[in-house]
Each structure stands twice: as structure tokens, then as C-alpha cells.
């Protein structure tokens, strides 16, 4: 009787001891549950501090990747997808780049005009030089073209528009220069504004543009330069260039300027003078 009530006993403590076998399986799948989950969310600190050098290195050469700059690399030194000279990454990309746009033909000719502008320049300026013609005849690079500017002395007589025979030698030598360039050529008279009395010009108007028209003549009739080149005009004193109180000024602005226009003779068609 002693023995069967001391099993009862025994038997309920048993049963009270189970809850902790499944506390110990709940407490290591929950350990293997966070064991996973860091496993996962861990950053492989080798290929960050690649890409980390490579973007910091790209950043201080002042360019980057599309622009062609220092490529990114992986932990072993590979070149990532997408970075420099990666096939597949530059693939991609070229459909994506402007086109080069071609000049047109109209660019080229201005071009090519302004490297005959500057050859004409450095010729006409070593002429002046080598003649010590410095004091009659100035040349300037101005935004519409090369301007030569002569001095109405060596040209003309006062109060005349006949050329002097002196000044053969510097036409002729423009005449010269004028095939190499493919440009309008502009001619244009100027006086100073002493009134005219007597002879053949009522004004200075007249007196001014009978004087580009000699110059131009010379071109075309002595020289048989091509006259579509060409355009003329008189100003009269209406562009002075110097001071028209003092003997000096009036003698720099009796003169004939002759400019190569930065403008291409098919432009200039139909236009007027």
C-alpha cells in the first residue's frame, strides 16, 4: 500500500519537468534564427572598401566613369559591369551619345577664308616693312576684315582723283594679294572737310567717291581683277579718323581705305555697296 501511494506521488512531478524540454527547443531555434538573419545582413567589408577606393579615386581626378575615367574594380582587381572599357557597359552607352556634328560647307569656306584673311595679313605687313612705306600706308585686323588705309599723298594730286604714277607699286602688289583670298573687296573715299572751290568736283562728295572709283578701276581695267569682287563708295568727311582743326588730322582723313571684308563673295551677290 506504502509503495503504490509513493508512485502517485512521483508521477505528477514528471509531467510538470516537459515544458522545459520545449523552452530548450524554442530558445534554439530563435538562436538559429538570429544567427541566420546576421549571416545575411553582414557587408562583405573587403568589396566595400574597393568600391569606396575606386569612387574616392574617381572624385579627386576630377572626371568620371561616362566621361572615361578610372574604372571600378572588384575585391580580386576585376572591372566591374559598366565601368571603362567594359564591353558590355560601353555598349550600352553609345546609343546614347550625341552624334559629332559635321561642319557644314558653308562653315568651311569661313574657315578657310580666315586662314587666307591671316596669310594676306603677314604678306602685305612684310611688303610695308621691307618698302619702309610704314608712314603712308597702315593696315589693321578689324572685326569686318583686313583694312588697308592710304594716304591720299602718294595718290593723288589735291584736289584730283587721278592716280599718281607712284602708286602703281602698291596696287599693283594688292592686285596680287586680292586673287589669293576669296573675299568681297570693299573700296572707300574719304576727304577732309575743307570746302572744295572751283574745278572739276562741285564737293567733297563727289571728289571722294571719283577717287575710290580710280582705285577700283585700276583693279578691274589694269589689273584685270574680277569686278564681282568689288564694291565702292565716297563718305566724303563724314568718317573722319582724324582732327579736322589741325593740318595733321585733315592728312589722315583725306585717304582711301581698301578692306577685305570677312564676307564671302556669294553673300555678297545682289547686295549694295
Known amino acids: 500500500m506504502s509503495r503504490r501511494r509513493r508512485a502517485k506521488k512521483e508521477g505528477p512531478s514528471h509531467q510538470q519537468e516537459r515544458w522545459l524540454i520545449t523552452y530548450a527547443d524554442l ?12 549571416g ?24 568620371n566613369i561616362l566621361d572615361g575615367g578610372p ?22 552607352e553609345d546609343p546614347n551619345e550625341p552624334a559629332q556634328e559635321e561642319p557644314t560647307e558653308r562653315e568651311l569656306q569661313f574657315r578657310e577664308q580666315e586662314r587666307q584673311l591671316a596669310s594676306f595679313l603677314q604678306t602685305i605687313n612684310s611688303y610695308i616693312a621691307d618698302n619702309g612705306l610704314e608712314d603712308q600706308i597702315f593696315v589693321a585686323d578689324k572685326p569686318q576684315g583686313i583694312s588697308i588705309t592710304l594716304s591720299d599723298r602718294f595718290l593723288f594730286d589735291v584736289g584730283r582723283a587721278d592716280l599718281k604714277s607712284g602708286a602703281s607699286g602698291i596696287l599693283d602688289r594688292l592686285s596680287s594679294l586680292f586673287g589669293t583670298v576669296d573675299a568681297t573687296i570693299s573700296i572707300e573715299g574719304h576727304t577732309d572737310n575743307q570746302p572744295i572751290t572751283g574745278g572739276r568736283y562741285a564737293d567733297n562728295w563727289e571728289l571722294s567717291g571719283d577717287r575710290a572709283l580710280s582705285v577700283l578701276r585700276y583693279f578691274i581695267d589694269v589689273r584685270g581683277l574680277d569686278a564681282s569682287q568689288f564694291q565702292y563708295a565716297g563718305y566724303a568727311d563724314t568718317r573722319p579718323v582724324g582732327d579736322n582743326s589741325t593740318a595733321q588730322g585733315r592728312q589722315q582723313n583725306r585717304r582711301v581705305e581698301i578692306t577685305v571684308l570677312r564676307q564671302l563673295q556669294s553673300d555678297a551677290v545682289g547686295s549694295t555697296p
Open 40 to 63: 545575411v545582413s553582414s557587408v562583405d567589408s573587403e568589396k566595400y572598401a574597393a568600391v569606396s577606393s575606386s569612387l574616392q579615386t574617381t572624385f579627386q581626378a576630377g572626371n
Open 71 to 92: 574604372k571600378i574594380t572588384g575585391e580580386n582587381g576585376q572591372q566591374l559591369p559598366g565601368s571603362e572599357g567594359d564591353d558590355e557597359g560601353q555598349a550600352a
Open 27 to 38: 530558445l534554439t531555434l530563435l538562436l538559429i534564427f538570429f544567427v541566420i538573419m546576421y
